[in-house]
């Protein structure tokens, strides 16, 4: 099962990842880490994408890069919350993102309101109490 | 600011970018789309850097470490879109969710020393229920 692997090796890797930078964070600014990350980043996601399936970015598509300007400003909240708090109670909270996936699925999407959604979202918010609520 | 208000604005805004991303359903395969995403943010954060007058030096071995967390975060994001494209999201997204909220704070606990309380603990356990009730 190849997706399996991928997805095992996906957090081994992005969880070193944030330990690096909460580890640089002493000595660097968060938004400096975040600078040379994406570049170098950007070579290397294109080198990937080239190699796995041959595509590559057109120029057709540039609005898509608005994308990045609301990702790496969630990330640069991200990092700054990162050099303030602990990373075994940031990274749990900050991974609880798809809390406002399914409440936007219920606004917009006008999803059903399930036993099990409401389960989640109460879970959700019990964790981010639990996490954030705790003095340092 | 505490940093739980960082993180919750973060997750705020990088699941509202997730929900749109796949509402939008993009034709475009998973990695040409990190490559618009990244290069988006590199530009921002570039502009931002400028007009803050934030300097971009940093010494040889911390620009070593920020590049490989740079290498780790966007091959780990890279294999994540990869493994979704080989299988559906539901078996993918609660599992990826559940390693980046349990690893990361395994880590802390070993490399950085973090006190992992049994209100963390609680925490983790309410953030783990809440990915398998989303995700079911």
Sequence with gaps: ?136 | MNWIYYTIVAMIIIGGLLFFIKLLSFNVFPLVLLSYQYIGSLITIFIYLLIRKISFSVNRINLIKIFLSGLLVSTGLSFYYLSISLTSTSRVVPLHNVGVTLLPALLAFIFLKEKITKRVIAGLACSVLCIIFLTI
Excluded: D, H
């Excluded at chain 1, 997706?3 to 964070?25: E, P």
């Excluded at chain 1, 990274?91 to 389960?119: D, H, R, W, Y």
């Design chain 1, 1 to 136: 099962m190849p997706w399996l692997v991928y997805v095992l090796i996906a957090v081994v890797l992005m969880s070193f990842s944030s330990l690096i930078v909460k580890k640089l964070m002493k000595n660097v600014n968060q938004l400096i880490i975040l600078f040379y990350q994406c570049l170098i980043a950007v070579p290397l996601v294109i080198i990937y994408s080239y190699f796995s399936s041959g595509a590559l970015i057109t120029i057709n598509n540039y609005p898509l890069i608005l994308l990045g300007v609301i990702y790496v400003t969630a990330i640069a909240l991200y990092y700054v919350a990162l050099s303030n708090g602990p990373l075994s109670k940031v990274s749990p909270v900050f991974n609880l993102k798809m809390i406002v996936t399914a409440v936007l699925g219920l606004i917009i999407l006008i999803e059903p309101l399930t036993i099990q959604l409401i389960l989640g979202l109460v879970f959700g918010m019990l964790g981010i109490y639990l996490l954030g609520g705790e003095r340092e």
